[in-house]
């Protein structure tokens, strides 16, 4: 069964750092991209990049270029995404997910739980 | 990069059907996905490519696609269908962007 666990609610101060988690299980990390979506409070769905876990290549959405970094260990299946210096803005639930590309169809078909990040003074 | 853009809100009636739209340039170029939101939850894909279905999503749910516009159909809508949906498509640039939700409603 394919899985895609993140890791816990988070609660920093603004100029903060944070690494956040995706563990994939059930298939090959390495052979599919992972996909991380911003939801803010109350707000829509926004894409925030992909990193292919087998060559850990990106693509940042130009939203978020500059913002935040990708990475992954393909030693534990675990792909991460980080922040150096939060912003009460980043206030969110972030979610990953994997991607599957066929045929003319690119969709995430798995996805995390979500991680709740809250950053507040 | 490109925009999707898809009506805030639509309503519809127990066991009625209500087709939710999306439009953009990059639809014209790749297949899009469809993806249910329900409060507190994750997203789940209910259609992607040209009308697929992933195992365990009801067949109450359809796609098409003409030109620049996508739509999903719920056909005979169910009171666990009141959601938020998505879309979401690839870009030339090799960006995958959302659609900015419908907020569907079932009465």
């Known amino acids: 069964e394919v899985q895609l666990v993140q890791s816990g609610a988070e609660v920093k101060k603004p100029g903060e750092s944070l690494k956040i988690s995706c563990k994939g299980s059930?298939?090959?990390?390495?052979?599919?991209?992972i996909g991380w979506v911003r939801q803010m409070p109350g707000k829509g769905l926004e894409w925030m990049g992909i990193?292919?876990?087998?060559?850990?290549?990106?693509t940042y959405s130009p939203s978020f270029q500059g913002h935040v970094t990708f990475s992954v260990d393909k030693s534990i299946s675990t792909a991460y995404l980080q922040w150096s210096t939060l912003k009460a803005s980043d206030t969110a639930m972030y979610y990953c997910?994997?991607?599957?590309?066929?045929?003319?169809?690119?969709?995430?078909?798995?996805w995390g739980q979500g991680t709740l990040v809250t950053v507040s003074s | 990069s490109s925009e999707l853009t898809q009506d805030p809100a639509v309503s519809v009636a127990l066991g009625q059907t209500v087709r939710i739209t999306c439009q953009g340039d990059s639809l014209r170029t790749y297949y899009p996905s469809w993806y249910q939101v329900k409060p507190g939850q994750a997203p789940v894909l209910v259609i992607y490519g040209q009308n697929n279905r992933p195992s365990g999503i009801p067949d109450r749910f359809s796609g098409s696609t003409s030109g620049n516009t996508t739509s999903l159909t719920i056909t005979g809508a169910q009171a666990e269908d009141e959601a938020d949906y998505y879309c979401n498509s690839r870009d030339s640039n090799g960006n995958y962007v959302f659609g900015t939700g419908t907020k569907v409603t079932v009465l």
């Open positions: 997910a994997r991607l599957r590309i066929g045929s003319g169809s690119y969709y995430f078909d798995y």
């Open positions: 990193i292919y876990p087998g060559d850990s290549d990106t």
């Open positions: 059930g298939y090959s990390f390495t052979s599919y991209w």
